[in-house]
């Protein structure tokens, strides 16, 4: 799977939105972006994925850019329940695949 | 998305016994099931991967002997730490992917056990 780079923390106005950037530069055209956030002290918890086309659901939106070697993750209006360490990780589609988790970005929704 | 549920969500025991982790899959048969480790402020490291009904992988590094893990169903994983020291002090985290039933392909992870040795 391919490495992925993410700025180790950032900060976010409540209500704002937060744009976490990923780069993945040596992405393969068979592999996946994905992102997960993890709240203190609990699992991981899937937000969203794409190839190629930005994606959005009811947590974030996702942007590829068109060379595929970076992507952002977008959460419209931030909460203070959004707090987590956001991870990038780009991968090929298959169940039996783990998945290999960065150092991620500790994002901090400030009040 | 699919429920996994762990249990304990979190253990203290003595130095030199042996703990037993479940992993369950609530409302799918998981095919495969994963089991992560992560130390305070680390990222997850996976511990190996296991499929139904056969051996675990296990990553470099980790000792099968010391971790062992069954996958005896479809919706049950456990993982057994034994003679437990405290540097195996650590929240240990268990997904599960199923490819019967391909939901974006995705591991469902559970909510993890906090395992602190003495």
């Known amino acids: 799977d391919a490495k992925t780079t993410q700025p180790p923390s950032m900060d976010c106005a409540e209500g704002r939105a937060a744009n976490l950037p990923c780069n993945h530069s040596?992405?393969?055209?068979?592999?996946?972006v994905y992102w997960y956030r993890q709240i203190h002290s609990q699992g991981p918890q899937y937000i969203i994925h794409?190839?190629?086309n930005n994606e959005t659901n009811e947590m974030a939106s996702l942007i590829i850019t068109e060379d595929r070697k970076s992507s952002t993750l977008i959460l419209p209006h931030a909460t203070l329940r959004d707090t987590a360490v956001y991870y990038c990780?780009?991968?090929?589609?298959?169940?039996?695949?783990?998945?290999?988790f960065g150092t991620g970005t500790r994002l901090t929704v400030i009040p | 998305g699919a429920v996994v549920s762990q249990h304990p969500s979190w253990v203290i025991c003595k130095s030199g016994t042996s703990v037993k982790i479940e992993c369950r899959s609530l409302?799918?048969?998981?095919?495969?099931m994963f089991w992560y480790r992560q130390f305070p402020k680390q990222s997850l490291m996976l511990m190996a991967t296991?499929?139904?009904?056969?051996?675990?992988?296990?990553e470099q590094g980790v000792e099968k002997d010391k971790f062992l893990i069954n996958h005896a169903s479809l919706t049950l994983s456990t993982l057994t730490v034994t003679s437990a020291h405290p540097e195996d002090s650590s929240f240990y985290i268990c997904?599960?992917?199923?490819?019967?039933?391909?939901?974006?392909?995705?591991?469902?992870f559970g909510p993890g056990t906090r395992l602190t040795v003495l």
């Open positions: 409302d799918f048969q998981a095919t495969t």
């Open positions: 997904s599960a992917a199923s490819s019967l039933v391909r939901v974006y392909n995705e591991q469902f």
């Open positions: 794409g190839l190629k």
């Open positions: 296991s499929n139904e009904g056969s051996k675990a992988t296990y």
């Open positions: 040596t992405i393969s055209g068979n592999e996946y």
């Open positions: 990780i780009v991968r090929v589609v298959d169940g039996a695949n783990n998945l290999f």
